[in-house]
């Protein structure tokens, strides 16, 4: 049978990583024999000589008419996405659209997507750094800044770096089956599927907010003190404006109600204790101010689409040697954070 064809993008500033994860995991990929096989090859709008992002000088032959010829049409991560793709290649990834193909954008490479109008109306993501950016420059997409990567109907695109494996896995799981996407993951020693998604890596910094609300401060002490009561009451004293003032002035500031706010800083700071000790989790539910493992686990599975435990596995710190990191280990008396019971406000707050 005949081979999926595959065109992968490559430009002046490419991510060498990108541009060779699509013929690294699809061209692993092993099916039975006499089904197709994935045939990768490259193009960029001028053929001739590329440089990556590594200063190494890549010889491209073939111009964008390959993907014409193609059945996948790949685009790495996009150098700067402040720059627009150019009218020739937008104008080749919509006939290819209209045709049908699958078009694939990896990290950066949803922006070239979005500049061809090919993610309006469809579910999309792309690297987290760059969520607000991706947002404000495509109001009509779908975006699921909090996924690994995302498939609505021949678009595919994906997040940061390393998502770009998980992406191309995917796309074997689609065309073979779960046990060639298995099979082709061992090949490449990586996980065949992640758990949750890429909200598990998203910062969190501090609002920075006008210092005349008292708003800034306030976040910064409820930050501070996640374990004790921060009902709607207590923040707005403290902020010293009414309940129903601080409740408008901390949704225009944050965009956020109190309550979310306040569930979202509490997974941050469980992220940090399960990735920095070996607390118990009933230990960690405590001391991020949710009080009980279930209140955790309903609140990591919102936010970060994993486990408590999941994520422990995934990010844990050894910050001793010989040491490895238990759900259920006794707290240490040398832990970095103490055990304590304070009275905290689990309730809806506003």
Request: hydrophobic share 40%; aromatic share 6%.
């Amino acid at each position: 049978m005949q081979s999926i064809r595959v065109a992968v993008l490559a430009f002046n500033g490419v991510s060498l990583f990108h541009l060779s994860v699509p013929g690294v995991v699809l061209g692993t990929a092993q099916s039975a024999p006499f089904e197709p096989q994935y045939e990768v090859s490259y193009c960029a709008e001028s053929p001739g000589m590329v440089r990556s992002d590594q200063g190494i000088g890549l010889e491209v032959t073939h111009g964008l008419e390959l993907m014409q010829a193609s059945d996948i049409i790949v685009i790495p991560a996009w150098g700067d996405q402040s720059v627009a793709a150019s009218a020739p290649l937008v104008k080749a990834l919509q006939l290819a659209n209209a045709q049908g193909k699958l078009i694939v954008g990896l990290c950066l490479g949803a922006f070239v997507l979005g500049d061809a109008g090919l993610l309006d109306g469809k579910e999309a993501t792309t690297h987290w750094a760059v969520r607000n950016e991706f947002a404000r420059r495509f109001p009509d997409v779908r975006f699921r800044p909090e996924v690994l990567y995302v498939s609505d109907g021949n678009i595919m695109t994906s997040a940061g770096t390393v998502a770009a494996i998980d992406c191309c896995l995917h796309l074997i799981r689609q065309r073979f089956g779960a046990d060639v996407a298995n099979r082709t993951a061992k090949m490449l020693v990586t996980p065949p599927h992640r758990q949750g998604g890429q909200a598990q890596y998203i910062e969190h910094p501090v609002p920075q907010l006008s210092s005349e609300t008292h708003l800034s401060d306030v976040l910064v002490w409820a930050r501070m003190n996640l374990t004790h009561d921060l009902s709607l009451d207590v923040l707005a004293d403290r902020a010293k404006m009414s309940r129903r003032t601080f409740t408008r002035k901390f949704k225009e500031a944050t965009g956020s109600t109190v309550s979310k706010w306040l569930n979202t800083e509490r997974v941050v700071r469980a992220q940090e204790l399960l990735e920095t000790t070996d607390l118990p989790i009933e230990c960690v539910a405590d001391e991020a101010g949710f009080g009980t493992p279930l209140s955790l686990r309903q609140q990591f599975g919102v936010h970060l689409g994993t486990s408590p435990s999941e994520y422990r596995r995934t990010f844990f710190r050894d910050m001793s040697p010989g040491r490895k990191a238990s759900d259920s280990e006794p707290l240490p008396e040398s832990s970095t954070v103490p055990r304590r019971k304070v009275p905290r406000t689990l309730i809806p707050l506003d």
